[in-house]
């Protein structure tokens, strides 16, 4: 298995308050990608980072901001957490090219 | 753009059923194809994959082949088992987009003895 690992797993938070996610790579891949996953919608892209401290945005970057300043680490934060954010957050890593992505284990956030 | 488009579930099969879920595919380039399997409350895992036209990508019993000609990637399986209920993705990656992925919404599987 890819080494990713995302933190928290879970977590509860109130409306209007700033949230972090952490993505963990050991695998020294080039990209990172955070996606939203939720009913009807399949994954959706968030952001994602092609290199220490290069990002792009996604289909679904309002809200949202990333960070990479290393290259195991991608952080999603969520400046003013709303209830539209409730979903889970999977994180995947890529080399690039041709090579697929491997996921996270996820983390479920709900904002009440 | 790039997109793919999968065939809508929920899917219901007797154990030993074959197994059809359809995947079409838009892009610009030479895109690589990929089949995902989601568990319940498990991230996304690949199942199998293929870089170039006529690739056959198999595993675990499951085949798919792309085709190019028919921009499609369909995942068939001979004979289902329980354990094979789950989610399954549709995706392509295509380096002419900055190695951004697309992904199908998914197909939801249910298999039962």
């Known amino acids: 298995d890819a080494g990713i690992t995302q933190s928290p797993r879970h977590k509860v938070t109130e409306t209007g308050t700033p949230v972090t996610l952490r993505c963990h790579q050991t695998?020294?891949?080039?990209?990172m990608y955070w996606y939203r996953q939720d009913p009807g919608h399949g994954l959706r892209l968030i952001h994602y980072?092609?290199?220490?401290?290069?990002?792009d945005k996604g289909e679904v970057s309002d809200g949202y901001s990333v960070s990479r300043s290393k290259t195991e680490d991608f952080l999603l934060t969520l400046e003013s957490a709303t209830s539209s954010q409730t979903s889970v957050y999977f994180c995947?890593?890529?080399?690039?090219?041709?090579?697929?992505?491997?996921f996270g284990p996820g983390t479920r956030l709900t904002v009440t | 753009g790039d997109s793919v488009t999968q065939m809508e579930g929920p899917v219901t099969l007797s154990e030993e059923a074959f197994l059809t879920i359809n995947c079409t595919y838009t892009?610009?380039?030479?895109?690589?194809l990929f089949w995902y399997v989601q568990y319940p409350g498990e991230g996304l895992q690949l199942l199998l994959k293929?870089?170039?036209?006529?690739d056959k990508g198999s595993n675990k019993g499951f085949e798919a082949t792309y085709r190019k000609e028919t921009t499609s990637f369909h995942l068939e399986k001979g004979s289902v088992q329980v354990s094979d209920s789950a989610v399954y993705f549709c995706?392509?990656?295509?380096?002419?987009?900055?190695?951004?992925?697309?992904f199908g919404t998914g197909t939801s599987l249910t298999v039962i003895p």
């Open positions: 995947a890593i890529s080399g690039g090219g041709p090579y697929e992505q491997y």
């Open positions: 695998e020294n891949h080039r990209y």
């Open positions: 980072s092609y290199g220490v401290k290069d990002t």
């Open positions: 892009a610009t380039g030479y895109p690589s």
């Open positions: 293929a870089t170039k036209a006529d």
């Open positions: 995706a392509l990656s295509d380096i002419n987009t900055g190695n951004q992925f697309y």
